[in-house]
């Protein structure tokens, strides 16, 4: 009769669990949700859906036009859209509730060097935690390639599913010879459907855009019944800025399987049945361990109480960890100081977010940024 999904002794408190999410608008992430949907994953750790393909990132640097760069971008882009909007629904069953992260949590990672696409290094910091925001930096420094972004979330309830704003962007610099060349990306907007039978998962819309290297992109998401009538559906048209000469670009398809040229090129576009490449977590202190505050350290227990179904010791060990957060805050309060980021530095505005985003007439035209202290991989151990 419905919510088949949810375990009937977790029914009543999924229907309150949803009740809380129609009335609070804005930040779910401390909502309590009952067990079967809890996520054991910290949000620290989605960045590296940037760069599950890594030759794809990779292939940027070798590109040799703008115009064959601007491709290579947009196809290493949609190629991440899988792992980021599906890959919970494919390893867990359906869209979770992921570990919400705490100020100043780290995660550290790479992609080793590999039929010579050189090795990509990621850093991830938790910068706020009220309302949480997430930046990262993946970089692969053999290739000049490197993406540093942060986001958040806005959410609200509609017609029964959530709708998951995204605030933030995210920089792309690919390092020529003739200088910088930057791309800014945007992100799309999410729906969450599925609630009401317990088994959530995400449909993306409206539109979000890659501006750049003397193109702006567009990508407009569609669920079922518009372009091909297909859920996870996408139209993406890169213009160029200057040369009248060059074309229009389009690529139409579906964002989790396979897309083809509309224009602008011929054939097959990306496809990504081949497999992903998780990231390979490594410590971040100098001794090579993890420290108290990375990712995997810190969520360790909650983590394996919510992966071996103990939910005693994962909400003993999260009600820990966020009294111990909180202990800290007061005393940061009482000595007048605050938590000191490792990594970014708060910035209110971003020059080249403005610049970009006139370009494409880009909603809001001008942003927060965080920008990265480069002081790493110093600090990292050289991985294999
Ligand atoms: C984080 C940034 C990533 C893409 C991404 C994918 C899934 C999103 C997540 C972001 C933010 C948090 C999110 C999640 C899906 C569900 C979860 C919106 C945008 C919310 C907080 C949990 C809702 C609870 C229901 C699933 C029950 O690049």
Not at 124 to 131: G, I, R, T
């Amino acid at each position: 009769e419905g919510t088949q999904a949810v375990p009937v002794a977790q029914r009543s408190s999924w229907t309150s669990f949803l009740k809380a999410i129609a009335s609070v608008s804005g930040d779910l992430s401390s909502l309590t949700a009952p067990p079967f949907i809890l996520s054991p994953v910290s949000l620290t750790e989605f960045p590296a859906y940037w760069c599950e393909r890594p030759e794809l990132f990779a292939a940027i640097a070798d590109a040799t036009t703008q115009e064959q760069r601007a491709i290579a971008v947009l196809k290493w882009f949609i190629s991440t859209l899988k792992g980021q909007y599906t890959s919970r629904n494919e390893s867990m069953g359906s869209e979770k509730k992921p570990l919400n992260p705490a100020l100043g949590e780290l995660f550290y990672g790479h992609w080793p060097d590999k039929n010579g696409r050189g090795k990509t290094d990621l850093l991830v910091e938790q910068v706020s935690h009220h309302p949480p925001i997430t930046a990262y930096v993946i970089e692969n420094k053999s290739k000049g390639l490197k993406l540093v972004g942060h986001n958040a979330q806005k959410t609200s309830f509609s017609g029964g599913s959530i709708i998951v704003k995204q605030i933030g962007h995210a920089v792309l610099t690919v390092n020529l010879p003739s200088g910088p060349e930057k791309y800014l990306l945007t992100l799309p907007r999410l729906r969450i459907d599925g609630l009401w039978y317990g088994s959530p998962y995400i449909e993306l819309s409206e539109s979000s855009h890659i501006v750049g290297g003397g193109y702006v992109g567009v990508i407009e998401y569609k669920g079922k019944g518009y372009f091909t009538g297909k859920s996870h559906s996408f139209k993406a048209t890169l213009t160029p800025q200057h040369d009248a000469d060059e074309s229009e670009i389009v690529v139409e398809g579906l964002w989790h399987q396979s897309s083809k040229f509309v224009s602008g090129g011929h054939g097959a576009f990306h496809d990504v049945s081949a497999p992903k490449e998780e990231v390979t977590a490594v410590g971040g202190e100098p001794t090579g361990q993890m420290g108290g505050m990375e990712t995997r350290k810190l969520w360790e227990l909650v983590s394996r109480g919510i992966r071996e179904g103990d939910f005693e010791l994962a909400s003993r060990e999260k009600s820990r960890i966020e009294n111990e957060m909180r202990q800290r805050r007061k005393d940061e309060a009482a000595g007048g100081t605050s938590w000191p980021l490792k990594h970014f530095t708060p910035l209110a505005s971003d020059p080249l977010y403005e610049e970009l985003a006139y370009l494409a007439k880009i909603v809001p035209p001008t942003e927060d940024t965080y920008i990265f202290q480069e002081n790493w991989p110093v600090t990292l151990r050289a991985g294999p």
